[in-house]
Nanobody, 118 residues
Framework: QVQLVESGGGLVQPGGSLRLSCAASGSSFNLYAMGWYRQAPGKQRELVAT??????????NYAGSVRGRFTISRDSAKNTVNLQMNSLKPEDTAVYYCNAVAGRLDYWGQGTQVTVSS
């Protein structure tokens, strides 16, 4: 069992930055591939970024709409996965969810609101 708790959301002006963090409790954090997803009002949940399970090399993947602006990283010592978001746009406004996957195991956090507005 893994519990995920997101933090770091808030209100930011266009062009600003935010850093989201997801703290994972439970065992075997390094076995899980981690990801960030988001869901805007009236829209389906969509992938933002993923990072492979902990190891010597982590492979990352980004949605085209955030590539070059967002950076996903994981800290195995702290059992956290982070999402650095720069050059934020109003269309980035959404609830952001942390996800952990390992085989059939699939866990979600409760989400954190990010609002980009002037």
């Amino acid at each position: 069992q893994v519990q995920l708790v997101e933090s770091g959301g808030g209100l930011v002006q266009p062009g600003g930055s935010l850093r989201l963090s997801c703290a994972a409790s439970g065992s075997s954090f390094n076995l899980y591939a981690m990801g960030w997803y988001r869901q805007a009002p009236g829209k389906q949940r969509e992938l933002v970024a993923t990072i492979t399970s902990g190891g010597r090399t982590n492979y990352v993947n980004y949605a085209g709409s955030v590539r070059g602006r967002f950076t996903i990283s994981r800290d195995s010592a702290k059992n956290t996965v982070n999402l650095q978001m720069n050059s934020l746009k109003p269309e980035d406004t959404a609830v952001y969810y942390c996800n952990a996957v390992a085989g059939r195991l699939d866990y979600w956090g409760q989400g954190t609101q990010v609002t980009v507005s002037s």
